[in-house]
Structure formats: C-alpha cells, structure tokens
C-alpha cells in the first residue's frame, strides 16, 4: 500500500473526503417515509438554494438519486418541451454528452460544436438564433472538464438574452466552485452533484431551477425515474418518489455544513485557485505545458497539461498513484497528449508541494527527464 495514508483524489471527482463528511455515513439507520429523513431532505435543498445568494427564494433544488449526469438528463428531459428545439452549445465531452441525451429522448436539437481546444462559438450561437425561431432553449456546460475550460457564459447569456432564450446549464463540475450569476446570464436551471465542489459522496445529485418554471409547463420528461416535475411534487411535501441514497444526503448535508463554516463558495473558490496556481507554477518550473494556449481560460478547479516528451501517461500515472496521488489522461483524442490535475475536495497545499515534488522525482528518473 501507500507510504501515505491519504489517497490525494486530482481526478475530477470522487473527491477525497473530509473526516466529517466522512463520519456522516455512520449516523443512525433511517427509513424515508419518515419525518426524520423529510427533515433531513427539507435541510439539504434548503442549503442548496443558498450557495449561491441569488437562487434562495426564486429556486428550488430537486433531489435525484444518481450521478451528475441523472441530473443533467433529467433537466434536459424535463424542460425541453417535446415539441421545442434545444440549441447545445459544446466543446467538450459533457456538452455532447447533452446533444446524445437529446438523441436519445427524440427531442429535436442543434449542435453547435467547437474543437474541443477552442472556446465556444459565439458566432454560430447567433447565426443560429437568428435564423431559427423554433429554438426554446440554450444548453451548454459552465466548466468543460474535458479540458478544464470555463466557458464564457456571460458572453453567451448576452447573445441568449438579444433573443430571449433561457439557458440550461451542466454545472456539475462549478456549482459551489465558480461564480454563477444565476439572473444576469438567464440560468433558469443548473444541474450539479454532491461529490465534486461540493465535496459530499457519490449518490446524490440535484437540479436547482426557478420555481416559475414547474408553474409555467408541463413536464416534458419522456422517462419516469428522470422527472423533475414529479420528484418536485413530492419534495415539497417532505416525499422521495423512489428510495434515496440515505447516507448519500447525510454525507451532503455534512458537506453543505462545512461549505458554510468555511465561508461559502467563494472561499472555496479562492481555495481552488491557490492551490490550481501552485501546480501551475510548479508544472510550468519543469517545462510541462498547459494544454490550453490561453491559461486565463481555466477554471479555477482543474487544469490540462500536455504529456511532456519521453513520459507516457502510464509511467505518470504509475509514479504519481505509488505514493497515492490519483490523476486522469485526457478524454478520447486527447488520451494520448494530455493530463489533468484537479484539486477539489480535501486537499491543501502541503499535499500540492509533495505532487510537485513527485513529479520532480518522475521526471529524474524517466527519459522525460534527460530530455530537458
Ligand atoms: C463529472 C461531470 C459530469 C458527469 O458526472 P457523473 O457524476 O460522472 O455522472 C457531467 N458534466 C460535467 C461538466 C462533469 O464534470
């Protein structure tokens, strides 16, 4: 095993437990029929309407049993009327992921679709809005984590609002880490998951969205489990419609807890951008590159870098997981150029210097090394 007991987690998400969240699995046995675990559900989508200020009141927070991507098809399902147009705007693997949900559910789309190096396209957005009326929605990811871009959705919201189309966003890799300007950029509903900002454990995730929208239209979910609407109903009344992931919500709630008590996503957000700086810096002192040419355009949650000459991915990932550092290759094409580094969950910078020190050490003693 490890010569260290922590297990550092720089994938983007499962992220490494705090001692707390963790503890909160083992509180008592609970059914969810009872008052206790309406209690506990009232408390947690409470919470998650005041991470961010704008969204308390106006919002509410749908509670799913799944992945981030239950919560992401589930809005998609939900709000994208049967008989409306979706325009998914992408550059990466999540923002397709949400055309391929679209395909799946029979709903008719757009793709706008950058290489996934690039920013999105701002000028096809417009051309599209302006030549098809039919378009209801806009859908796009707030922090591709393909590559750790965070995507400029104030600029999009502008060309949104000029044609007055709201915005679905995949937040599921930003909510509780980014800023969200929920009424500026028109986000009339956000999916997000317990275990990536938010630092809670898989099993949980949750859809936060205006009240007005549940009055404004009938659900338009073509799958039951994924229904916003119902589980809404439900919710309000202290319900589940199906059995939720008990311990999950505990571990959440323990997770919102701390946000809170170490002063909320801005903090958090302050926190990630330091200790992101600090790889950043010790990468760039090795003459490892970023994989974005723009290193303004990541967020402060994650970072891309090119695989430097001479070290496969394998090699890294071998010398990094040996003194218990977990990271993850890019996605499809990019498997074989690049690596990412995230640093959400409980992660400070001594275990930043010890990776860096690390990679100092892999580089010595691989052929990468002797080529610098
Ligand atoms: C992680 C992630 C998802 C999918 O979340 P799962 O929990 O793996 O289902 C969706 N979108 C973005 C932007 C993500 O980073």
New binding site residues.
Partial sequence: MDKNDKLCLLN??PVTLTGRVRDALRRRDLCHREPEYAALQNDVRDRLTRVYDETAGDYAAVLLTG????A?EAMVDSFVPRDGKALVVANGV?GQ?MATMLERHAKPFTLVCAEWMDAIDLTSVQRCLSLDASITHVLT?????TTGRLNDIPALAAVCRRYGKPILL?A???FAGEAIDFRAWNIVAAAA?A??CLHGV?GV?FVVAQRSLFAQQESAATTLYLDLFQALEQQEQGGTPFTPAVQSVYALQEALRELDAAGGWLARNEHYRNLSQLVRNGLAALDIETLLSDPAAYSSILTSFRLPRGLSFDELFRGLREVGFVIYAGQKHLEDIAFRIAVMGDLHEPDMHRLMRTFDDILATTSAGALL
Avoid: F, I, L, M
């Fill in positions: 983007p998400g992945s981030g991507t239950a992401v999540y992921r990811v707030h922090h591709e984590t995949d599921v890799s930003s998951t275990n990536k898989p995730s």
